[in-house]
């Protein structure tokens, strides 16, 4: 069964895209979702202990590792990332777990693309493989969240089941270009 790891990049008690991740680990059979929620745990990025014995780092890291591929739900602020979902990725910058991964972005207020384009040159420079079918603008309304009403919503029901969909897809493809690079070797 196909691994997916949720990243939220708010810390909010009634974040709208740490719902829209509960919601697509709801939804998602045939895929086992999980949802990293330590990142309000997580100190702030420091290069001098890059390595150092942070739990929630070390945990962040190997759940990182054990998935097949990556959502980030993030929102936007200023007109930039979050610092709580940049720190996150600072932590592994040099370590190295996001690279080769299938990952999709989300935000659940499509309006904000400022931060988009930023999160998405940081993962481009991190090698990172965002997948453009899979990272679609999920029209949660505005408003305070609601999740029994983004339950119910079949719009967002369809975007999130394309979302899985895609991410699987591409965690396949990269897996039968795995197996037909080792025959080759
Ligand atoms: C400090 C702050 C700055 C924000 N800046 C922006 C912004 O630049 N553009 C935007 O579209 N929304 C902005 N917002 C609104 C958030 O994107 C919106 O509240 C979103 O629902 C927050 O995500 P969450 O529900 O997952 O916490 C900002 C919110 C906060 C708290």
Redo the contacts with the bound molecule.
């Keep these: 069964m196909i691994k997916i790891l949720g990243i939220?990049?708010?810390l909010?008690a009634?974040?709208?895209?740490?719902?829209l991740l509960r919601l697509i680990q709801e939804r998602s059979a045939g895929v086992e979702v999980t949802i990293f929620h330590r990142m309000g745990s997580m100190p702030l990025f420091n290069p001098d202990v890059e390595f150092g014995p942070f739990e929630a780092v070390l945990e962040f890291r190997k759940q990182i590792r054990a998935a097949d591929a990556v959502i980030i739900?993030?929102?936007?602020?200023?007109?930039?990332v979050t610092g709580v979902m940049k720190n996150a990725l600072d932590w592994i910058v040099g370590s190295g777990e996001l690279v080769n991964k299938p990952v999709a972005v989300l935000n659940?207020?499509p309006?904000?693309t400022?931060?988009n384009l930023a999160l998405l040159e940081t993962l481009r420079v991190m090698n990172v493989p965002v997948i453009p079918g899979a990272s679609l603008a999920m029209p949660v309304s505005r408003g305070e969240?609601d999740e029994e009403k983004m339950r119910n919503d079949v719009t967002l029901g369809d975007l999130i089941d394309r979302c899985v969909r895609e991410l699987a897809h591409a965690v396949e493809r990269a897996e039968q270009k795995r197996l037909a690079d080792l025959a080759i070797g």
């Design positions: 939220s990049g708010s909010r009634r974040s709208k895209n740490s719902a739900a993030s929102p936007e602020y200023a007109h930039g659940a207020a309006a904000s400022h931060a969240l």
